[in-house]
């Protein structure tokens, strides 16, 4: 059922972290939901966090006679930014999920990440053929990659991976004229728009764009923040 033991999840997760790593969190392929993210955002224990992975979250679910896969989306992004207990976070991995164009717009309008220099929104990494090869976007492809590099909030990041997700030429030219990547000393996005067999479908020409303007900058292979 939707949601599952999302909240059992994060319990579980919390406790173990406290004993190990108080600065820490990963709770990655485990199920997480909006609903938990929800619950884990509103910890005050999460005061002195730094890093935070919340990666890969999906799972499937039943749906009549087939399954969909859900996953952390822009509502539990919407929930995260809410937290007033994330003021020392500088490293987010949302990687592998579907937090869409909201999920994008609920960072870039938010107050609450002061101290964030590192992002991961990349796409699940489909090597394989899958039923569910079209899930592979996290972002919301060119839309959400325009609006993250159109707005002032990305000019905090020194890390931004933005891998396998389905953008063309549209958005290597958003990462291109970006006047707010002014901090950034990597990023991730060499295997972006990738087709199920998990080759790049970028042209030749937007691959040799972005390393002609990034340089070393650019990440040769996907990054986890």
């Not at 937290?83 to 999920?103: D, E, K, M, Y």
């Not at 479908?201 to 996907?222: N, V, W, Y």
Request: glycine share 8%.
């Amino acid at each position: 059922m939707p949601g599952r033991t999302e909240d059992a999840v994060t319990l579980a997760a919390v406790a173990a972290w406290e004993s190990t790593c108080p600065k820490e969190l990963r709770i990655s392929q485990q199920g997480l939901t909006d609903t938990g993210v929800a619950s884990l955002v509103q910890m005050s224990k999460l005061n002195a966090l730094e890093t935070l992975d919340l990666s890969d979250n999906h799972h499937a679910i039943p749906y009549g006679r087939d399954q969909v896969l859900v996953s952390i989306s822009g509502q539990g992004v919407q929930a995260l930014v809410s937290s007033p207990f994330l003021s020392n976070l500088r490293v987010l991995n949302l990687g592998g999920n579907t937090i869409g164009v909201a999920g994008i717009r609920a960072l870039i309008e938010s107050t609450t990440l002061p101290a964030l220099t590192c992002l991961d929104v990349s796409g699940r990494d489909w090597n394989k053929p899958t039923d569910w090869t079209n899930f592979h976007d996290n972002i919301g492809g060119d839309d959400g990659l325009e609006l993250l590099l159109n707005s002032p909030w990305v000019s905090r990041l020194q890390m931004l991976n933005v891998s396998q997700n389905d953008f063309t030429t549209r958005g290597v030219s958003a990462l291109i004229h970006s006047p707010f990547l002014t901090n950034l000393r990597c990023l991730s996005a060499s295997t972006s728009k990738v087709d199920w067999k998990g080759d790049n479908t970028l042209s030749i020409e937007d691959q040799f764009a972005l390393r002609k303007h990034f340089g070393e900058r650019l990440s040769r292979r996907p990054f986890a923040c």
